[in-house]
């Protein structure tokens, strides 16, 4: 038998010499191709279809589909894992075996090995980048004796199906390359699971390295990616209820890809309509989060938290001390063990990819209070989610077992909710402090008394009580109508309660009741430092002394907000009226309701909801929303500038200039008049190195680009070291004369010096 295929190839072979190719987007019965400048050609000049080399092997050659602009971006290899060495290969068309692929030896080197005989076959390439055999000259996908896209490489295109097909039982996956140069199989692949709910997975071998988390109805429940409309994922049901997926491009114009590369990340492209250029739109996974298992069983991994592993509540390491060494993989077990006599409660994880499917099972038509009693009915059920969010929610999913590969989202709108099952005793309130009363907070505060009231802000008020044990306390009750919502006043319990140290204010605890939401803090009796540098009839000046070491308590403050403490913490809205003095006049650094987390390795973010006080924001933050801890020593500068000169920034005004606090002490600093800026009320009291050093200081921290700012760290060594050299500081952010109009507004409008914060929503370019 091999000796007939090795004439009867031969015999094509031979026959070859007398065709001549065409150049088009097809080929026939007795038509071929037999170089590498011969190629097929997709109508729309989009695709095309020949040889090339091995890269690091120049000897092996391969037939491929590759982009018409972009040579490099092969998409499709016929016979990735039998190249053709050391000679030139043949690709034409067979009524048996369709499609046929030799050397030009004549050796057999592939074959798209149909099993219908056509009399007419004719393989074209259509412009979504599919190699199609047909029996006659009629094109249609009912029609297809066979076609490539059933035979996926490493790269998914608009239309291709990956999961199983009903028609042929194939189930298409990516296979990713050997390496950059060699479209020989590698390592990952890339396909649809199914169990119970359909989710995408990379694996190694039979490892998994990604899942997508199961499908909800809308999108894959744990992808980031929810809102790229260039990417529509399109999924089906079968009647064995497997599953295939595709994908459309909203612009057909714009050329997409997405491609499994050899180090098992999914890499989404897009070119766009008249470039020549494949930018990549982002890539999966993405961080260490995205691992598979990153944090072992019954863990859960934070991406944005300096240490992104944690045990889910109730659940403590299996080995403390390989977590103490960040090492999680070991995961976590019961603090407490499980009652199953309908004693067990259920914790809500908001926000989640869901774990792994491996042990689960999953009815259609539950609501989510019959999947919570269907769930209490078994004692191994330990967790249960809504499994789809079309028509209002449906779906029971149930866990079973340990749950594996669970991360936590920041933005609550990528994830789900899921409830997991605790003992009773585990169950409470995820504050992390204490949990005032209502009532007790109210007859602190002689039921929100104006006599009580200590200031007030865009929030709410914040009032004086005092408890019965004699203790003070500060309560901050945010307003209903309070541009602080739910999610900052989260922030800010989250933030400080985790935070000590001398110079940030304590928080006490909290109370959530009704519609309630307070925060309880440390009395300051001496209230906010503004009340003492911006208030002209204060019978209280603060001298230089007292404003010299308040400003390195704050310096002090913010070093441990940026890198001392356990959480790295931008606070976004440091400004006078968010320092508190206690008895004896140390600064407290307040109100973290617009502090922002980094995680270990983030150095800047950026938003579209600029949020802080005119006059302490960076130009890089009011302007574009980027914030880094370099905004942060923006406003400790515009703070110091403040207090040396007790005039505020965006108030200040001169009679022969109209530039702000920050430009006036800058002119005064390059004509070597620096003193000036102090507070006409220190005149006869202060320490001339000292005032000029921390003008300099002032000045080095609002300094128009970021990189050329101080840390806190440097801050406060140049503060504390007078015989540090210092670097001459550059022209400051915002450095633009106002007209006489703006200053007059400015003094005469109190709404601009005024604890007001404001909001700016960024535009976004259509």
Same mark, same amino acid.
């Given at each position: 038998?091999?000796?007939?295929?090795?004439?009867?190839?031969?015999?094509?072979?031979?026959?070859?010499? *007398?065709?001549?190719?065409?150049?088009?987007?097809?080929?026939?019965?007795?038509?071929?191709?037999?170089?590498?400048?011969?190629?097929?050609?997709?109508?729309?000049?989009?695709?095309?279809?020949? $040889?090339?080399?091995?890269?690091?092997?120049?000897?092996?050659?391969?037939?491929?589909?590759?982009?018409?602009?972009?040579?490099?971006?092969?998409?499709?290899?016929?016979?990735?894992?039998?190249?053709?060495?050391?000679?030139?290969?043949?690709?034409?068309?067979?009524?048996?075996?369709?499609?046929?692929?030799?050397?030009?030896?004549?050796?057999?080197?592939?074959?798209?090995?149909?099993?219908?005989?056509?009399?007419?076959?004719?393989?074209?390439?259509?412009?979504?980048?599919?190699?199609?055999?047909?029996?006659?000259?009629?094109?249609?996908?009912?029609?297809?004796?066979?076609?490539?896209?059933?035979?996926?490489?490493?790269?998914?295109?608009?239309?291709?199906?990956?999961?199983?097909?009903?028609? %042929?039982?194939?189930?298409?996956?990516?296979?990713?390359?050997?390496?950059?140069?060699?479209?020989?199989?590698?390592?990952?692949?890339?396909?649809?699971?199914?169990?119970?709910?359909?989710?995408?997975?990379?694996?190694?071998?039979?490892?998994?390295?990604?899942?997508?988390?199961?499908?909800? !109805?809308?999108?894959?429940?744990?992808?980031?990616?929810?809102?790229?409309?260039?990417?529509?994922?399109?999924?089906?049901?079968?009647?064995?209820?497997?599953?295939?997926?595709?994908?459309?491009?909203?612009?057909?114009?714009?050329?997409?890809?997405?491609?499994?590369?050899?180090?098992?990340?999914?890499?989404?492209?897009?070119?766009?309509?008249?470039?020549?250029?494949?930018?990549?739109?982002?890539?999966?996974?993405?961080?260490?989060?995205?691992?598979?298992?990153?944090?072992?069983?019954?863990?859960?991994?934070?991406?944005?938290?300096?240490?992104? @592993?944690?045990?889910?509540?109730?659940?403590?390491?299996?080995?403390?001390?390989?977590?103490?060494?960040?090492?999680?993989? *070991?995961? @976590?077990?019961?603090?407490?063990?499980?009652?199953?006599?309908?004693?067990?409660?259920?914790?809500?994880?908001?926000?989640?990819?869901?774990?792994?499917?491996?042990?689960?099972?999953?009815?259609?038509?539950?609501?989510?209070?019959?999947?919570?009693?269907?769930?209490?009915? /078994?004692? /191994? @059920?330990?967790?249960?989610?809504?499994?789809?969010?079309?028509?209002?929610?449906?779906?029971?999913?149930?866990?079973?077992?340990?749950?594996?590969?669970?991360?936590?989202?920041?933005?609550?709108?990528?994830?789900?909710?899921?409830?997991?099952?605790?003992?009773?005793?585990?169950?409470?309130?995820?504050?992390?402090?204490?949990?005032?009363?209502?009532?007790?907070?109210?007859?602190?505060?002689?039921?929100?008394?104006?006599?009580?009231?200590?200031?007030?802000?865009?929030?709410?008020?914040?009032?004086?009580?005092?408890?019965?044990?004699?203790?003070?306390?500060?309560?901050?009750?945010?307003?209903?109508?309070?541009?602080?919502?739910?999610?900052?006043?989260?922030?800010?319990?989250?933030?400080?309660?985790?935070?000590?140290?001398?110079?940030?204010?304590?928080?006490?605890?909290?109370?959530?009741?009704?519609?309630?939401?307070?925060?309880?803090?440390?009395?300051?009796?001496?209230?906010?430092?503004?009340?003492?540098?911006?208030?002209?009839?204060?019978?209280?000046?603060?001298?230089?002394?007292?404003?010299?070491?308040?400003?390195?308590?704050?310096?002090? !403050?913010?070093?441990?907000?940026?890198?001392?403490?356990?959480?790295?913490?931008?606070?976004?809205?440091?400004?006078?009226?968010?320092?508190?003095?206690?008895?004896?006049?140390?600064?407290?650094?307040?109100?973290?309701?617009?502090?922002?987390? $980094?995680?270990?390795?983030?150095?800047?973010?950026?938003?579209?909801?600029?949020?802080?006080?005119?006059?302490?924001?960076?130009?890089?933050?009011?302007?574009?929303?980027?914030?880094?801890?370099?905004?942060?020593?923006?406003?400790?500068?515009?703070?110091?500038?403040?207090?040396?000169?007790?005039?505020?920034?965006?108030?200040?005004?001169?009679?022969?200039?109209?530039?702000?606090?920050?430009?006036?002490?800058?002119?005064?600093?390059?004509?070597?008049?620096?003193?000036?800026?102090?507070?006409?009320?220190?005149?006869?009291?202060?320490?001339?190195?000292?005032?000029?050093?921390?003008?300099?200081?002032?000045?080095?921290?609002?300094?128009?680009?970021?990189?050329?700012?101080? %840390?806190?760290?440097?801050?406060? $060594?140049?503060?504390?070291?007078?015989?540090?050299?210092?670097?001459?500081?550059?022209?400051?952010?915002?450095?633009?004369?106002?007209?006489?109009?703006?200053?007059? %507004?400015?003094?005469?409008?109190?709404?601009?010096?005024?604890?007001? %914060?404001?909001?700016?929503?960024?535009?976004?370019?259509?």
């Amino acid at each position: 038998m091999q000796l007939f295929f090795t004439f009867y190839y031969a015999a094509i072979f031979l026959s070859l010499f *007398s065709e001549f190719s065409i150049a088009s987007d097809s080929i026939t019965l007795n038509q071929s191709i037999i170089s590498r400048e011969e190629t097929l050609v997709s109508l729309g000049q989009r695709y095309e279809l020949g $040889f090339f080399f091995n890269c690091s092997n120049s000897q092996d050659q391969y037939l491929g589909i590759w982009h018409k602009n972009t040579p490099d971006a092969v998409v499709w290899v016929a016979n990735r894992d039998n190249p053709i060495k050391n000679s030139h290969g043949i690709v034409t068309i067979s009524k048996t075996k369709g499609l046929v692929l030799l050397s030009q030896t004549g050796s057999f080197i592939w074959s798209s090995n149909v099993s219908i005989v056509a009399e007419n076959p004719v393989a074209k390439l259509l412009d979504s980048g599919n190699l199609v055999l047909v029996g006659n000259t009629s094109i249609s996908s009912e029609s297809y004796l066979w076609q490539s896209f059933n035979y996926p490489s490493n790269s998914w295109l608009p239309g291709m199906k990956l999961g199983r097909n009903e028609d %042929t039982g194939q189930e298409p996956y990516l296979t990713s390359w050997k390496n950059t140069n060699d479209p020989s199989s590698g390592d990952f692949t890339y396909k649809i699971q199914s169990d119970g709910l359909p989710q995408l997975v990379i694996s190694k071998g039979t490892i998994k390295k990604f899942r997508s988390g199961p499908w909800n !109805g809308h999108r894959f429940n744990g992808f980031y990616y929810v809102t790229q409309p260039k990417f529509l994922p399109i999924l089906v049901q079968n009647e064995d209820n497997s599953y295939t997926i595709t994908y459309e491009s909203s612009n057909y114009l714009d050329r997409t890809r997405a491609t499994l590369n050899q180090l098992g990340i999914l890499q989404r492209y897009i070119m766009k309509e008249g470039s020549t250029q494949w930018d990549l739109m982002y890539s999966t996974p993405k961080d260490q989060c995205d691992n598979y298992g990153q944090c072992g069983v019954n863990g859960i991994c934070r991406n944005y938290k300096s240490i992104i @592993c944690e045990c889910l509540k109730g659940f403590i390491p299996r080995s403390q001390e390989q977590w103490s060494v960040l090492d999680s993989s *070991s995961g @976590c077990m019961r603090r407490t063990p499980l009652n199953c006599q309908n004693r067990d409660k259920f914790m809500k994880v908001k926000a989640v990819k869901f774990p792994d499917l491996i042990n689960s099972s999953f009815e259609k038509s539950m609501n989510l209070e019959e999947c919570k009693a269907e769930c209490l009915k /078994s004692c /191994s @059920c330990i967790a249960y989610a809504n499994s789809n969010l079309t028509s209002g929610g449906r779906g029971c999913l149930m866990w079973f077992g340990d749950l594996i590969d669970i991360r936590d989202y920041f933005e609550e709108y990528i994830g789900q909710d899921i409830y997991i099952r605790l003992a009773a005793s585990e169950i409470g309130e995820d504050w992390e402090l204490p949990l005032f009363n209502l009532a007790t907070i109210a007859t602190a505060t002689n039921n929100f008394s104006e006599a009580n009231q200590l200031g007030q802000g865009g929030f709410g008020v914040v009032y004086k009580g005092n408890l019965p044990t004699g203790q003070e306390l500060a309560v901050k009750r945010l307003s209903k109508d309070s541009g602080q919502g739910l999610e900052e006043f989260k922030n800010e319990v989250v933030s400080i309660s985790k935070l000590q140290h001398r110079n940030l204010v304590r928080l006490l605890g909290c109370c959530v009741q009704a519609e309630e939401r307070m925060l309880i803090y440390e009395f300051m009796p001496n209230k906010s430092l503004d009340c003492f540098i911006f208030d002209k009839n204060n019978s209280t000046v603060l001298s230089w002394k007292e404003r010299f070491d308040i400003g390195m308590g704050i310096a002090r !403050g913010l070093l441990y907000l940026h890198q001392d403490s356990r959480l790295k913490i931008i606070h976004r809205d440091l400004k006078a009226s968010n320092i508190l003095l206690d008895n004896n006049m140390n600064p407290k650094i307040s109100d973290f309701g617009l502090a922002r987390i $980094f995680g270990g390795d983030e150095i800047s973010a950026k938003t579209k909801r600029v949020v802080g006080t005119y006059g302490y924001m960076s130009p890089e933050y009011a302007i574009d929303g980027t914030f880094s801890v370099k905004s942060d020593v923006f406003s400790f500068g515009v703070l110091i500038l403040e207090m040396i000169s007790g005039k505020r920034n965006r108030r200040f005004s001169h009679p022969d200039h109209h530039h702000n606090l920050l430009g006036h002490a800058w002119l005064l600093w390059n004509e070597d008049k620096a003193l000036d800026v102090l507070d006409p009320r220190l005149k006869d009291c202060y320490v001339e190195s000292q005032v000029l050093r921390c003008v300099q200081v002032g000045l080095l921290c609002v300094q128009k680009l970021s990189a050329d700012r101080p %840390t806190m760290s440097s801050v406060v $060594f140049m503060l504390c070291n007078e015989g540090a050299a210092l670097c001459q500081p550059k022209q400051p952010g915002f450095f633009a004369e106002r007209s006489s109009i703006e200053t007059m %507004t400015i003094i005469s409008n109190d709404v601009w010096h005024s604890q007001q %914060t404001v909001t700016i929503t960024m535009p976004e370019a259509r």
